[in-house]
């Protein structure tokens, strides 16, 4: 049971969190303050950065909860295991193309900032895990070192989309992944001949 004290923390969380979100992909990142946000939020400044330490926690956090959505959704166990992977790419890359001033931001400034890094490589993590694991239920005999191949599933991932957004590319994203992804599988399987 939460008491009525923490129900309004948590409400000017959300308040601020979805305002700044809002203002972000409305009128880019770096065009938006905190001054901005708290006044639209009707919560005063200091609580701003009792929730975030920066406007780019906030960029974490949206990252944070949409590959945690993307992550989560179903992928059926009698596909392929290419097939397997590019549908948890597929996830991904619409939740973060439905935004795209927060995907741009979240990228720009992903390398300045320590929230958004520690939020990157705990997915990654949770990606190469579930990599993992659809290399174990697909084909545990066709392919050895299932660990290795899924970290490199991943950095092949994450890898071409930093590439395709740093080349204004974004919408042929999938389509490249698609085809290093054969190209690697293709090669995991003659290491195994």
């Known amino acids: 049971m939460t008491s009525r004290r923490e129900e309004k923390k948590q409400q000017s969380y959300q308040t601020l969190y979805q305002t700044a979100l809002s ?7 770096d065009n938006v303050s905190v001054a901005q946000i708290v ?10 950065f009792n929730y975030f330490p920066n406007k780019t926690d ?14 989560e959704q179903p992928i059926p166990e009698n596909i392929p295991l290419k097939n397997k992977i590019l549908s948890l790419v597929k996830h991904t890359l619409l939740l973060t193309q439905q935004q795209p001033n927060l995907w741009k931001a979240k990228n720009a400034y992903a390398g300045q900032s320590e929230s958004i890094q520690k939020v990157e490589q705990r997915i990654d993590q949770i990606i190469q895990s579930k990599v993992e694991q659809f290399i174990e239920e697909s084909l545990s005999q066709q392919y050895t070192n299932g660990p290795i191949l899924a970290e490199l599933i991943v950095t092949l991932m994450t890898g071409t989309i930093v590439e395709v957004n740093r080349k204004g590319l974004s919408d042929n994203a999938l389509a490249l992944i698609e085809s290093k992804l054969s190209k690697l599988l293709s090669l995991a399987q003659a290491e195994t001949i």
Do not use: Y
């Open 23 to 29: 203002l972000f992909e409305e009128h880019g990142f």
């Open 39 to 48: 006044k639209q939020s009707a919560v005063a400044k200091g609580t701003f």
């Open 58 to 71: 906030i960029l974490a956090q949206w990252f944070d909860d949409i590959m945690g959505k993307a992550i």
